[in-house]
T-cell receptor, first 113, second 111 residues
C-alpha cells in the first residue's frame, strides 16, 4: 500500500541553524501539507501546497519557514533559523482527488538545543 | 480559530469492553475524520465521514457524522490490547482546507 515517507526520522540541531525536513508524498497525490505536534499536544496545521504554490498557511508558518517541491517526488520544509520552540514532531501529509482524506507520514522529530 | 473539543481526555478499559469517544465543535465541518496515533508515529486514518448523519464502520470501529455537522463520535467494540494509542478527531470545512484536530483521547486497554 502506498505511503508517505519522511526523512530524517530524528534531527537534533543547535538554535539558529537551518534545517530541511524531507517528505515523499504518495505518488499520484496532488495536495501536500505540513503539520506539527509539540510533545503531548494536538496536531497543528502549518501549510498546504498545491500546483507548486502555497494554498494556505497558519500563523505558525512565519518568515522562518518555507516549503518547496524541488522535483516530482520530494516536498520539503525548511526552517531558516531554528528556535527552541520549534522542537516538535513535524508531519507531512498528502491527499489525492478525494477531499478530506489526508494521509500522514511517520514524522520527523526535531529537537532544537 | 476553530476548535474541536474531544472527550474523554483518557480512558482505561478492560480488554473486551466497548469504548466511545466524541468530538464537538461550535462551528460546522463538512468532513470529519478519525485518526489513531501510536507513540512516535504519524496519525493513521481510521474512518472518514463526508455526509451529515453518515454512519460508517471499519471492522470493530464505527463512527458517525452528527446531523448538525458540529459533532462526531467513534465507537470501538470488543477492545483488544493493540487498540492502545491516542485517537484524534479532525474536522475540515472543505476539501482543500486544513484539518483542525482535537486534543486526542488516550486509550489504555488492560488485559
Amino acid at each position: 500500500e502506498p505511503e508517505v515517507t519522511q526523512t530524517p526520522s530524528h534531527q537534533v540541531t543547535q538554535m539558529g541553524q537551518e534545517v530541511i525536513l524531507r517528505c515523499v508524498p504518495i505518488s499520484n497525490h496532488l495536495y501536500f501539507y505540513w503539520y506539527r505536534q509539540i510533545l503531548g499536544q494536538k496536531v497543528e496545521f502549518l501549510v498546504s501546497f498545491y500546483n507548486n504554490e502555497i494554498s494556505e498557511k497558519s500563523e505558525i508558518f512565519d518568515d522562518q519557514f518555507s516549503v518547496e517541491r524541488p522535483d516530482g517526488s520530494n516536498f520539503t520544509l525548511k526552517i531558516r533559523s531554528t528556535k527552541l520552540e520549534d522542537s516538535a514532531m513535524y508531519f507531512c501529509a498528502s491527499r489525492g482527488l478525494q477531499p478530506g482524506t489526508q494521509y500522514f507520514g511517520p514524522g520527523t522529530r526535531l529537537l532544537v538545543l | 480559530g476553530q476548535q474541536l473539543n474531544q472527550s474523554p481526555q483518557s480512558m482505561f478499559i478492560q480488554e473486551g469492553e466497548d469504548v466511545s469517544m466524541n468530538c464537538t465543535s461550535s462551528s460546522i465541518f463538512n468532513t470529519w475524520l478519525w485518526y489513531k496515533q501510536d507513540p512516535g508515529e504519524g496519525p493513521v486514518l481510521l474512518i472518514a465521514l463526508y455526509k451529515a448523519g453518515e454512519l460508517t464502520s471499519n471492522g470493530r470501529l464505527t463512527a458517525q457524522f452528527g446531523i448538525t455537522r458540529k459533532d462526531s463520535f467513534l465507537n470501538i467494540s470488543a477492545s483488544i490490547p493493540s487498540d492502545v494509542g491516542i485517537y484524534f478527531c479532525a474536522g475540515q470545512i472543505s476539501g482543500n482546507t486544513p484539518l483542525v484536530f482535537g486534543k486526542g483521547t488516550r486509550l489504555s486497554v488492560i488485559a
